[in-house]
């Protein structure tokens, strides 16, 4: 059991403790909101593309990419974003309220949290098959979030079609992906000038982001948190995880396959729901409270199942 532990802290910790060098250097005004502001554009559409290209063009994919796997994680994630929201629509009566709960508890923190502990905990394999599952999320958490954004509002009449489906088609980590796939495919490698560029954004993704997201956090916040924000992010931590990983184990998944999909279902709420959501006049207070509450909450919850995997054996 000590083993266990030490072993998940190895893994964990190291991710934590960059978002918490975030949040001290911008508290102590090393860093201040630009360039938080700053960090995540360019973290957005440069490095973390060039590490999901590296990552990806280096893949064998017929080993890498399972489609049931992919169809499993669609249909889990559907699930909870119908049944939370039919369930929350019966307590919540504000539409702002009804969107920002919703999305809170369903849309993970993957793209960065999720693939910095995946790279801890499986290396650049895991890591590689971590990318290409988040190539084929990302479009489905963009076209649920606008609905969720919109429908309670009763602004679906508003939405703009052709501009939502430009936006999710010039997503850079979704061009990322499409651009690698070739290069996966057909084995070609880079020129060496050109892999040791990449690998340079590549590194320095991840880090760059963990801070932007320490950055960003207020923890003062947490004093003024409503029970929605705990209860979305009650249902975010521990149960969407707890039930989606079961019904993983039982269709089979084990070892990096179920780890994978646990550390999916388990990351903190994505910081990009608070961005859409002040955008789209929903409760953007709520949203911030529940990025919060779920970042720092996922830092026990992740590392309890990370722990209890290793006891029972499956990772």
């Not at 508890?105 to 960065?112: G, L």
């Not at 997503?171 to 990322?176: E, F, S």
Request: contains cysteine; hydrophobic residues 60%; positive net charge.
């Amino acid at each position: 059991m000590l083993e266990n532990i030490i072993f998940t802290t190895n893994i964990v910790l190291p991710v934590f403790l960059i978002i918490l060098l975030g949040y001290f250097i911008k508290r102590v005004g090393v860093i201040k909101e630009n360039f938080v502001d700053v960090i995540s554009k360019f973290v957005f559409n440069v490095s973390l593309p060039a590490f999901i290209f590296m990552k990806i063009s280096v893949l064998d994919l017929t080993a890498a990419l399972d489609m049931g796997q992919i169809i499993f994680i669609y249909v889990g994630t559907l699930l909870v974003y119908f049944i939370v929201w039919g369930l929350s629509s019966l307590f919540i009566k504000d539409g702002r309220d009804l969107s920002v709960f919703v999305q809170g508890a369903y849309r993970s923190n993957y793209a960065i949290v999720g693939l910095a502990i995946i790279s801890n905990l499986f290396g650049d394999e895991g890591l590689g098959k971590a990318s290409l599952i988040l190539a084929f999320l990302l479009p489905v958490y963009n076209v649920l979030a606008v609905i969720i954004l919109t429908v309670p509002m009763r602004k679906i009449r508003k939405l703009n079609l052709k501009g939502t489906v430009q936006e999710i088609i010039l997503n850079p980590l979704i061009i990322a992906v499409i651009v690698a796939l070739p290069f996966s495919y057909f084995k070609i490698e880079l020129p060496s000038m050109l892999f040791t560029t990449g690998n340079f954004l590549a590194d320095v993704a991840l880090p760059l982001a963990l801070i932007g997201i320490g950055g960003s956090l207020n923890i003062e916040n947490i004093k003024r948190a409503s029970t929605l924000a705990f209860n979305s992010s009650i249902l975010k931590l521990i149960v969407v995880p707890a039930v989606l990983t079961y019904f993983a184990y039982l269709f089979g998944y084990r070892a990096m396959d179920l780890g994978i999909m646990f550390i999916l279902f388990a990351c903190p709420t994505a910081i990009v729901s608070f961005i859409m959501a002040q955008a789209m006049g929903c409760n953007g207070k709520l949203a911030g409270n529940i990025v919060l509450i779920s970042t720092l909450g996922s830092v026990v919850t992740i590392s309890l199942g990370i722990v209890l995997f290793k006891q029972l054996g499956l990772i």
